[in-house]
Nanobody, 120 residues
Framework: QVQLVESGGGLVQPGGSLRLSCTAS????????MAWYRQAPGKQRELVAG???????NYADSVKGRFTISRDNAKNTMYLQMDSLEPEDTAVYYC??????????????WGQGTQVTVSS
C-alpha cells in the first residue's frame, strides 16, 4: 500500500521559516510527478509548487522567491522550504504524487496534510 506522509508544519511568526517534508512509501514502481498543494479555510485547494517527471519546477505566483521545492529521489522524499512566511500562507499543506504502484494502475495519491499557521 502506498502512503504519503507529510511533516514539518506548525506555528510560526510572520517573516519566519518552516520546512515541510513528504515521503512516499510502499510498493512504488515509478513516481511521475510530485507537488505541494494548500487549502486555506473557505478556499479551494491550490497548487503551491511542484515537479514534473522531467524535473522542471513550477511555483504559484504568490510564493515565488519565498518558497523552494527540492527532493531526494533516493529517499522518495520531497521538501518545501518556506521563508518570509506571511499570514496569508496559513493553510493545510498537502503532498501529492502521481505514481504507479507495483501492482496497481498509475494514479494520484495524497498525504493527510500538515497545518501551517503564520501568526504573531
Amino acid at each position: 500500500q502506498v502512503q504519503l506522509v507529510e511533516s514539518g508544519g506548525g506555528l510560526v511568526q510572520p517573516g519566519g521559516s518552516l520546512r515541510l517534508s513528504c515521503t512516499a512509501s510502499g510498493s512504488i514502481a515509478s513516481i511521475y510527478a510530485m507537488a505541494w498543494y494548500r487549502q486555506a479555510p473557505g478556499k479551494q485547494r491550490e497548487l503551491v509548487a511542484g515537479y514534473t517527471r522531467g524535473g522542471s519546477t513550477n511555483y504559484a505566483d504568490s510564493v515565488k522567491g519565498r518558497f523552494t521545492i527540492s527532493r531526494d529521489n533516493a529517499k522518495n522524499t520531497m521538501y518545501l522550504q518556506m521563508d518570509s512566511l506571511e499570514p496569508e500562507d496559513t493553510a493545510v499543506y498537502y503532498c501529492n504524487a502521481n505514481l504507479r504502484p507495483i501492482t496497481r494502475p498509475r494514479g494520484d495519491y495524497w498525504g493527510q496534510g500538515t497545518q501551517v499557521t503564520v501568526s504573531s
